[in-house]
């Protein structure tokens, strides 16, 4: 296997097309984080430091600056690189017939499939260390604030949440390229799915939410509405990958996220709004958002155990002739 792997990364590596949208995602990611930052700059020469004490540095990846966050961009646009390393893994060997040649050595079907995940997985997290030391340089360069210990720690555990998120994505890439002999036929479903999960199940969320628990004044709901609202649209969201690691990624880089149901608590700022203003402004601690996240991080954990297991079951039952 660790031929399959070694042979995988080089593959990876020195594809030209992955290294381009590795270019563009490292752009962007930086013409991004160089607007929040200049932000930041300017709350904290303004004497917006006591503000943001305890999570300035995590700012520069949750900030919505010039266009979207960081965390928001790597959401949307992260899939498209796990698609890139996995959406003709399988179809372009088997149509090269190197496939047959490959499997004709000592090396047992379930080598190969787990070679090729690990050699993705492995890819993405190199990119994803790469990139989130780069920013991390950008931001200590350009906002000069060093980041605490539990916001590194935030910043880990936001690093794991988005290798679990783009192993979903490369697994489903992978699982296409087996059922799919044509390469560009795999390509076009991967985006297909990409569309459909990133864009839509938002959108069907929203609109079941909507018909299943209308809202007498939209303009002004009451506590009840709008939760009933939110248990509905956050139980859409569950089956979508996109919407667990937006909301998860919430969690872990906003101390100040204590979970999905903002609106509920903001329904009822009219009611109590000094005791809130005053009990509920400081932050929440790393184990706390951890445990606010382990039933969102979980089941994004199993969706990529699925789809790498679908992938595993159809390419070692998969009939491979010698072309």
């Not at 509920?280 to 991080?297: A, H, N, R, Y």
Request: with cysteine; hydrophobic share 55%; aromatic share 12%.
């Amino acid at each position: 296997m660790k031929a399959i792997i070694k042979k995988e990364l080089a593959d990876h590596f020195g594809s030209t097309r992955f290294l381009l949208i590795m270019s563009l995602v490292f752009m962007v990611s930086f013409l991004i984080t160089h607007l929040t930052g200049q932000s930041i700059r300017e709350v904290l020469s303004q004497g917006g430091s006591a503000f943001l004490e305890g999570r300035t540095f995590l700012l520069l990846f949750t900030a919505t600056g010039a266009f979207f966050s960081l965390t928001l961009f790597l959401s949307i646009f992260g899939p498209l690189v796990s698609i890139v390393l996995g959406f003709d893994s399988i179809n372009r060997e088997r149509n090269l017939g190197t496939l047959s040649k490959i499997l004709a050595q000592p090396i047992h079907r379930d080598e190969v499939i787990l070679g090729k995940y690990l050699a993705g997985l492995i890819t993405l997290a190199i990119m994803l260390t790469a990139l989130m030391l780069l920013l991390a340089g950008l931001g200590l360069v350009g906002v000069g604030v060093v980041p605490t210990f539990d916001e590194v720690m935030r910043l880990c555990l936001f690093w794991v949440l988005s290798i679990v998120y783009m192993g979903f994505w490369l697994g489903l890439s992978i699982l296409l390229s087996i059922y799919f002999r044509s390469v560009a036929t795999s390509a076009m479903a991967a985006a297909a799915l990409w569309i459909f999960i990133i864009f839509f199940v938002p959108v069907l969320g929203q609109a079941a939410a909507s018909a299943m628990a209308p809202m007498n004044d939209p303009s002004r709901p009451t506590a009840r509405e709008l939760t009933t609202y939110n248990r509905i649209d956050k139980a859409i969201t569950m089956i979508s990958p996109a919407g667990l690691y937006t909301q998860s990624s919430s969690i872990l880089l906003d101390p100040t996220h204590r979970g999905s149901d903002q609106s509920f608590r903001y329904a009822l700022m009219n009611q109590l709004d000094r005791y809130l203003l005053t009990h509920f402004q400081g932050g929440i601690t790393l184990s706390q958002s951890f445990i606010l996240v382990i039933p969102d991080i979980l089941l994004l954990l199993g969706f990529s155990i699925i789809t790498f297991i679908l992938s595993y079951e159809a390419f070692v039952r998969q009939e491979v002739r010698s072309v």
